[in-house]
């Protein structure tokens, strides 16, 4: 089992940049697919990026278009979600997510996740 718990989040004009942060409790961090998703004011929770467990390949929503990056270090237990050029309709709460199958890589969904963290309100003004 791991607990995973988000920081970073915060108020930003459009146009800047944050770094999210999700710190995972256990000695088998790499032994996880980590995903970041995101639950905008009203809206289903959506998928935003999934990174491997040795951190070599990395998959992203459509609309993130080259703005965020998500890395992660084993040996810090962390995944990050770096986010530039950051657009009003970037507003949501970002949670982060753990798999311990491989193939959840490749998924979107949230039901493929099996711990989550608690999420970190985003807000961008404009």
């Known amino acids: 089992q791991v607990q995973l718990v988000e920081s970073g989040g915060g108020l930003v004009q459009a146009g800047g940049s944050l770094t999210l942060s999700c710190a995972a409790s256990?000695?088998?961090?790499?032994?996880?697919?980590m995903g970041w998703f995101r639950q905008p004011p009203g809206k289903e929770r959506e998928f935003v990026a999934t990174?491997?467990?040795?951190?070599?390949?990395?998959r992203y929503a459509e609309f993130v278009n080259g703005r965020f990056t998500i890395s992660r270090d084993n040996g810090k237990n962390t995944v990050y979600l770096q986010m530039n050029s950051l657009k009003p309709e970037d507003t949501a709460v970002y949670y982060c997510?753990?798999?311990?199958?491989?193939?959840?890589?490749?998924?979107?969904?949230?039901?493929?996740?099996?711990?989550w963290g608690q999420g970190t309100q985003v807000t961008i003004s404009s």
């Open positions: 997510a753990a798999s311990g199958s491989s193939w959840t890589f490749y998924s979107n969904t949230r039901a493929a996740f099996d711990y």
């Open positions: 990174i491997t467990r040795s951190g070599d390949n990395t």
């Open positions: 256990g000695r088998s961090f790499n032994n996880y697919v």
